[in-house]
């Protein structure tokens, strides 16, 4: 890390704007792509943290967004270190971006993008968060903790990203779901491979690196 920050500032990548954006987007683009082991979202935030404050002074508000809301994860972070602030523009964005494939954005973002959205598209919002049983009203705390840890919420998802057998054979039997069941979309889910289609179980097994669960 510390050898990483040191060629950051030997390239003079916080002195340049251009060179700032395509750092920018190279960590987007790992992000994005790469197999998150444990801690992996850690190790990016702090890069990001680095250069947090030289961001903030070099783009605008509304630049940071563009550059990087193709990760949410990101996005998020960002607002929790008040570098991106929520306002009519990017919350108009947000909506936009939720009319495509994105479609989850104005679910994952509704905390903030509430004060810019009219009635009836809030209560259009709540009443599909509800349907979904996303915890958003009864505890407010489990949304937020998905929506930072970045991974479906459903049962059958945690038992195969943990690689547990046992769990998975039980939930199984139980709900009679056959083998070539898809994993149900999910508005916590960061990962763009994931989002292009609903995954099958073997296939998000295999996404995530769950060898006991493969071989099951």
Not at 14 to 34: D, P, Y
Not at 43 to 69: C, R, V
Not at 133 to 162: A, L, P, V, W
Request: aromatic content about 14%; overall charge negative; proline content about 4%.
């Amino acid at each position: 890390y510390q050898s990483l920050l040191a060629n950051i500032e030997k390239q003079k990548i916080k002195k340049s704007k251009e060179e700032l954006k395509i750092f920018l987007r190279l960590l987007l683009n790992i992000f994005n792509h790469h197999h998150r082991y444990p801690n992996f979202s850690t190790k990016m935030f702090k890069i990001l943290d680095f250069l947090s404050e030289t961001i903030k002074q070099i783009f605008a508000n509304i630049e940071i967004f563009e550059l990087l809301k193709s990760n949410r994860m990101i996005i998020l972070h960002l607002i929790d270190k008040e570098i991106i602030k929520i306002d009519k523009q990017i919350s108009n964005e947000i909506l936009q971006l939720s009319q495509g494939r994105e479609w989850s954005y104005k679910y994952f973002f509704y905390p903030e993008i509430k004060p810019f959205i009219p009635e009836g598209e809030q209560l259009a919002i709540e009443n599909f968060l509800k349907e979904q049983n996303c915890h958003f009203f009864d505890t407010f705390d489990i949304f937020d903790q998905n929506r930072h840890k970045g991974e479906n919420d459903s049962m059958i998802s945690s038992f195969i990203y943990n690689d547990s057998v046992p769990e998975l054979d039980a939930y199984l039997s139980k709900t009679n779901l056959p083998y070539s069941s898809q994993i149900r979309d999910s508005i916590f889910e960061s990962n763009s491979i994931l989002n292009e289609k609903p995954p099958t179980l073997i296939e998000y097994a295999a996404f995530h690196g769950s060898i006991q669960i493969v071989k099951y």
